[in-house]
């Protein structure tokens, strides 16, 4: 399977356990006598939550694919004819 297949729920998955890490060294820094281990956790979990970022903008990662207008997703739910509702509008203000 090619990585921009996998790059969706490989993205999701290590944005979900970076901010777990996240907020546990958050949590841990609270202790004045572990703060520095969760200063260290709180930014570990960061980077791993930020790392697909990191990696398509250093371009380790290629970028997923463009989907073409009407080929499904949000496109289809912003391809609404809003004719009718600029009627209603125009009628509101005159």
Sequence with gaps: MPLHDLLPALTL???TL?????LV????ARQ???????QLLAGL??????????G??????PPPPATP??????TDILNVDH???MKIALKRRA
């Design 69 to 74: 207008l009407g080929g499904g997703g949000v």
């Design 13 to 15: 998955v290590l944005h």
């Design 18 to 22: 970076g901010l777990v890490i996240c």
């Design 83 to 85: 004719k009718p509702f």
């Design 32 to 38: 004045p006598s572990r703060k520095r281990l969760g």
């Design 56 to 61: 398509q903008l250093a371009g380790v990662i």
């Design 25 to 28: 060294g958050l949590t841990i």
């Design 45 to 54: 979990g960061f980077l791993i939550a930020a790392s697909p970022m990191f």
